[in-house]
């Protein structure tokens, strides 16, 4: 049912056909003034198209009831009809990824091409699919034809693969470049084709179908056949699970959502939430790294990003690409690319994509440690190399370390809110200042003993202790202490004004 669907529907007219307008007024222009190329490259993705131009353009040329200036076949004259049952000897089609294509060529096109069409005022037309398969000896004894073409003779050569197309093929071809067909025009001519067939389907689940078929009309039809032929007439979105694969996207949704939150369990547990209900993995790949790829795509190019997905989706991939980095979505695509390219080898299924998830948050993880300094409204991006946790103690008990230095000098305890914690590891704390004199007051000896022992007790650990002039102290400070000016005030009025 599926393929017949497709058969029944191929256009017969150009005006059927969908998408590829510029292709088709080109054609249809070299048809109506009789200004013919001898050979033509139809490069694109499959079920585009190509076949079905390429056979309406050799019927309409071979058509005997074709007025002058038009460029319609009438379709039912004698060269019409046994073009449309695939009977006609002036049209030629060979499928060069079958052997018999490559084997016959010689025989097939370059002896074939000396003989002139049966219907004298039309042309014989050879058709050569998947051209790109043809061996190198095919595509010499072909270079010569074109070289030298007979009269009244076309070539059409057809290759998703343009890049294993010889260049002197190429450049002696008026070539073609078909796009994926645009899922509106996807939509609207299943929309037809249910009207032809009288069955009832929400646009939703066309919808579903033209997504799932990628641009490629010839799938996008064979799932709707596929799906009439199951139906008795009304279509419901049970029967559609059956043939469709199943929609992945909340569950994505949910895995995406683990690893911008930073949470390895919960996505390493989705994952085999999904695997246990058998979700077919291979789908799952790719809908994460295209549901990733739009997350990037949107962050980049922004709301006027026309999504492939639903609109429901579109605020959900808005939350991710704010949610995160440019750099680490790149990231994350990488990984996941890597990951699943050698999925092949892996004894477990899912562990490609566990690794992935692994690989990315570990770098992620280190990362956070190392920025965590930020606090929501600040402007700061400079890595500071401090941990949560230290960060924490010491934000709550900085005027306690202050508080403790009061009894030794005051200005020195108003000093050192001015400070704040720039780097730390287990054993050294480097406390950034505003301007090397400070540093001058607070590196004297019992004063940095003070700080020293302050800082121990407060982290309850032995630390030393080190200053730096911040480049960045505004920011920085302003992070570590909040919006107050408490401390800044203090010290205009310690040092007399000489802080500005
Ligand atoms: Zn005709």
């Known amino acids: 049912m599926s393929e017949v669907l497709y058969r029944k529907y191929r256009p017969k007219f150009f005006k059927e056909v969908v998408g590829q307008r510029p292709i088709k007024v080109t054609l249809e222009n070299e048809i109506s003034s ?68 490559v084997d016959n060529v010689r025989e097939n096109i370059i002896a074939n091409a000396q003989v002139p069409p049966f219907n004298q005022k039309g042309y014989k037309v050879f058709v050569i699919d998947e051209v790109h398969m043809l061996s190198k000896s095919a595509f010499n004894a072909l270079l010569k034809t074109l070289e030298e073409p007979p009269k009244q003779i076309i070539f059409i050569l057809a290759t998703t693969e343009i890049h294993k197309v010889p260049e002197t093929i190429i450049s002696r071809c008026q070539r073609f470049d078909f796009k994926k067909i645009p899922q509106a025009d996807v939509i609207k001519r ?34 709707l056949g596929q799906i009439i032929s199951l139906a008795n007439g009304k279509v419901t979105e049970d029967l559609v699970s059956l043939v469709l694969p199943r929609n992945n996207w909340q569950e994505i949704d949910i895995l995406l959502e683990a690893l911008r939150l930073n949470n390895l369990s919960a996505a390493l547990n989705q994952i085999n939430k999904l695997v246990e209900e058998g979700v077919d993995l291979d789908t799952l790949h790719n809908d994460l790294l295209s549901y990733v790829r739009q997350v990037m795509l949107y962050k980049i190019i922004g709301s006027e990003f026309v999504s492939d997905l639903d609109t429901n989706w579109q605020n959900n991939i808005k939350i991710h690409a704010e949610g995160f980095k440019l750099a680490d979505l790149s990231r994350l695509l990488n990984i996941l690319l890597n990951k699943l390219s050698h999925k092949q080898q892996s004894i477990i299924d899912q562990l490609p994509l566990e690794l992935a998830c692994v690989e990315f948050l570990l770098i992620s993880q280190e990362k956070q440690t190392a920025s965590n300094f930020s606090s929501p409204n600040s402007q700061n991006t400079t890595g500071l190399e401090i941990n949560p946790q230290d960060l924490d103690v010491l934000q709550n008990n900085w005027h306690k370390l202050a508080d403790s230095l009061k009894s030794l000098n005051h200005s020195v305890s108003a000093l050192i809110k001015s400070t704040h914690p720039l780097q730390i590891n287990e054993k050294v704390i480097v406390l950034g200042c505003e301007f090397s004199f400070h540093i001058e007051q607070l590196s004297k000896n019992n004063i940095k003993q003070a700080i020293e022992e302050s800082l121990s007790d407060i982290l309850a650990r032995n630390i030393a202790v080190n200053f730096e002039v911040d480049d960045d102290y505004q920011n920085k400070h302003q992070d570590f202490k909040g919006r107050s000016e408490e401390g800044i005030d203090e010290l205009v009025n310690v040092f007399g004004g000489e802080i500005v």
């Open 34 to 101: 009789g200004q013919l190329a001898h050979a033509y490259l139809f490069v694109g993705p499959r079920g585009t198209g190509k076949t079905t131009l390429a056979r309406l353009f050799a019927r309409s040329l071979n058509c005997l009831n074709r007025a002058q200036g038009s460029t319609e076949p009438c379709n039912t004259c004698q060269t019409c009809q046994s073009n449309l049952n695939n009977q006609s000897l002036d049209v030629i089609e060979i499928d060069a990824a079958s052997h018999t294509g």
């Open 190 to 223: 299943l929309t037809e084709i249910i009207e032809w067939e009288k069955v009832q389907m929400d646009e939703n689940i066309l919808a579903q179908i033209a997504r799932r078929s990628e641009g490629c009309l010839r799938d996008a039809e064979s799932i």
